[in-house]
Antibody
Framework: EVQLVESGGGLVKPGGSLRLSCAAS????????MNWVRQAPGKGLEWVSSIASNSGYIYYADSVKGRFTISRDNAKNSLYLQMKGLRAEDTAVYFC????????????WGQGTLVTVSS | EIVLTQSPATLSLSPGERATLSCRASQSVSSDLAWYQQKPGQAPRLLIY???NRAPGIPARFSGSGSGTDFTLTISSLEPEDFAVYYCQQRSNWPPFGGGTKVEIK
């Protein structure tokens, strides 16, 4: 059974940093591109970042470029999102999501971790 | 950037009725479009990919159609568990999602 479990969310002050993790199991993590998608309270889905299976390509939404860094450790079956310079508008539930095969659709999602940016 | 516009924002229907949701792209995305369902407090669930293919385990009452710029998700007969928010997503460019359509009980 595919499982994605996010952790690392919490309350942080504006300008602060946080590192999210996503532990994957039940599939060959090293063969799949992975993604972070967020959802602000009461709002829609916003794609944040994607990373190829071998970290060969990395993409970011304009809203987080230069502040967030996606990475992965295939030996640990883990995905990460380092967030710096956090703003109130980064407040959201952050989901990690697995690519559906080679396509940029998302077939498995974690339960999400809440990041709250507030003073 | 490709913008996806979903309509209506809210659809009020009764169980057993047919639901028709629209997603319009600002430029052609060929058939590179997916639909997701999200219930409160849950992660999204992939329903349809490549415009018309049901994802594994998705009931046959869900169907997708369209290509280019106009897409439709149809739920043939609403079950109580189908009341949720539905998002479209394109993969032709770095994927934005549409703004969502809420299907609520009338």
């Amino acid at each position: 059974e595919v499982q994605l479990v996010e952790s690392g969310g919490g309350l942080v002050k504006p300008g602060g940093s946080l590192r999210l993790s996503c532990a994957a199991s039940g599939f060959t993590f090293s063969s799949n591109s992975m993604n972070w998608v967020r959802q602000a309270p009461g709002k829609g889905l916003e794609w944040v970042s994607s990373i190829a299976s071998n970290s060969g390509y990395i993409y970011y939404a304009d809203s987080v470029k230069g502040r967030f860094t996606i990475s992965r450790d295939n030996a640990k079956n883990s995905l990460y999102l380092q967030m710096k310079g956090l703003r109130a508008e980064d407040t959201a539930v952050y989901f990690c999501a697995k690519n559906f095969g080679l396509a940029r659709y998302f077939d498995y999602w974690g339960q999400g971790t809440l990041v709250t940016v507030s003073s | 950037e490709i913008v996806l516009t979903q309509s209506p924002a809210t659809l009020s229907l009764s169980p057993g009725e047919r639901a028709t949701l629209s997603c319009r792209a600002s430029q052609s995305v060929s058939s590179d479009l997916a639909w997701y369902q999200q219930k409160p407090g849950q992660a999204p669930r992939l329903l349809i990919y490549d415009a018309s293919n049901r994802a594994p385990g998705i009931p046959a009452r869900f169907s997708g159609s369209g290509s280019g710029t106009d897409f439709t998700l149809t739920i043939s007969s609403l079950e109580p568990e189908d009341f949720a928010v539905y998002y479209c997503q394109q993969r032709s460019n770095w994927p934005p999602f549409g703004g969502g359509t809420k299907v609520e009980i009338k």
